[in-house]
């Protein structure tokens, strides 16, 4: 049993100390994680990678009630359901009307005709893939982990268990479907 499965069994049965072990085993590729995620999104230069990470982890092992990890693959689908979540958190902050909801601030010097950017809407996506999930949860999982923590097909095939070959046509249907949501 390697290194961190003990220690996610640690933080699970409530040994404090496990948890301040645990933060430097994952973080590194937390944040490397939490980075690329950031990359696609429209800037936000209120959230970075650190934040995103801290934030993530603080919700991970301060839950009321503790999941029972079942190894590295469980905890870093954990964990990128909760970038997501802390993600769609901000963009709907973004989109109150307390903040200017779809009004787009332009510098007085760049007051030319802005061409809209084309990355995805996170509260449209977040939808979708609710509904998604609905149906076909495992399909779902796969997305989280490849769009939110930035997995590889091997890396999320391995953390769910499947064959790459299975992950390939899971990522194919997801994309495919959610594409057609996203467009309508």
């Known amino acids: 049993m390697g290194e961190l499965t003990q220690l996610l069994q640690k933080v699970e049965q409530g040994y404090s100390s496990a948890s301040a072990e645990l933060l430097p085993l ?32 603080l919700r991970l092992v301060d839950a009321e009630q503790q999941p029972e990890w079942k190894g590295r693959g469980h905890f ?34 760049f007051a030319e005709p802005v061409v809209e950017d084309k990355a995805v809407d996170l509260l449209s996506l977040d939808e979708a893939l609710s509904q998604f999930e609905t149906l076909w949860p495992n399909q779902a999982r796969l997305v989280k982990l490849r769009y939110f923590a930035g997995l590889t097909i091997a890396q999320a095939a391995q953390a769910m268990q499947i064959s790459e070959s299975t992950a390939e046509r899971y990522w194919t249907f997801a994309r495919t479907w959610l594409y057609s949501k996203l467009s309508d």
């Open 26 to 57: 994952v973080y590194e590729e937390l944040r490397y994680l939490a980075a690329r995620r950031l990359a696609k999104e429209r800037s936000s230069p209120s959230l970075q990678p650190t934040l995103l990470v801290h934030e993530a982890y």
């Open 76 to 109: 870093f689908g954990a964990a990128a359901e909760a970038m997501r979540r802390i993600l769609v958190e901000q963009a709907r902050r973004r989109k109150t009307l307390k903040r200017g909801a779809d009004l787009h601030q332009v510098p007085i010097d």
